[in-house]
């Protein structure tokens, strides 16, 4: 079995590491910053150290590596990084997902139990869209994008790269959302949201910037 690395201990690394595991890869292991961490079991595997051993961990001939963290940026960031030091960064689609095969879906992608793509729409890399989150016909989604779960986005929706849409948000067609976007859980989007910024409500309305770049 092809072995896989996952930068990320958390919550999201242990969905999608029960989804590598169904699509036949081993789990070589987990890196996490947190030092007291290292050693540890974690879903079945190690946490083997921080994320500076990736160049050892390609040297000992792991070949895979996903991002399995919530922060976009960050996770954009360290994908650069893996793809760097020579992984490769393959997705992780659950069986339950459904994508048309009209739509296209970058590298990295993590999809969880019960998402929907449909027609037309294109899915850029290193994103994550959680658990029964659907995307409709011809909807472009930025890299890096964390789509939460539940959340409903209508037809020909954008999304800047590095955004995060809080859990079951619903975003009415055609509206666009910038870069580096935080809506918060719950919302109701029925116009554009600029780059850089925290949006919520509903209907959602721009709350104050945005300072995680």
Not at 13 to 34: C, P, T
Not at 58 to 67: D, K, L, P, S
Not at 126 to 142: F, K, R
Request: hydrophobic share 45%.
């Amino acid at each position: 079995m092809p072995k896989l690395v996952f930068l990320g201990a958390g919550g999201i690394a242990i969905v999608a590491a029960e989804i590598a595991r169904s699509r036949g890869y081993e789990v070589a292991g987990f890196l996490d910053d947190k030092a007291e961490r290292h050693g540890t079991v974690f879903c079945e595997a190690k946490i083997l150290g921080s994320f500076d051993i990736l160049p050892e961990l390609r040297q000992r001939g792991i070949e895979n590596a996903v991002v399995a963290f919530g922060n976009s940026l960050g996770r954009l960031r360290f994908a650069q990084k893996a793809l760097s030091e020579g992984f490769t960064l393959p997705n992780l689609i659950h069986i339950s997902a459904i994508i048309s095969p009209t739509a296209t879906v970058g590298e990295g992608a993590i999809m969880m139990p019960g998402t929907i793509v449909n027609a037309g729409a294109r899915i850029g890399r290193n994103i994550i869209l959680n658990t029964a989150a659907s995307v409709d016909h011809e909807c472009v989604i930025g890299d890096g994008v964390h789509i939460g779960p539940g959340t409903r986005l209508s037809g020909l929706v954008r999304v800047g790269t590095a955004t995060w849409i809080g859990l079951g948000t619903s975003i009415r067609e055609s509206v666009q959302i910038g870069e580096n976007v935080l809506i918060g859980a719950g919302s109701l989007v029925l116009k554009d949201i600029p780059d850089d910024v925290v949006a919520y409500g509903s209907p959602a309305r721009v709350i104050r910037a945005n300072s995680g770049r």
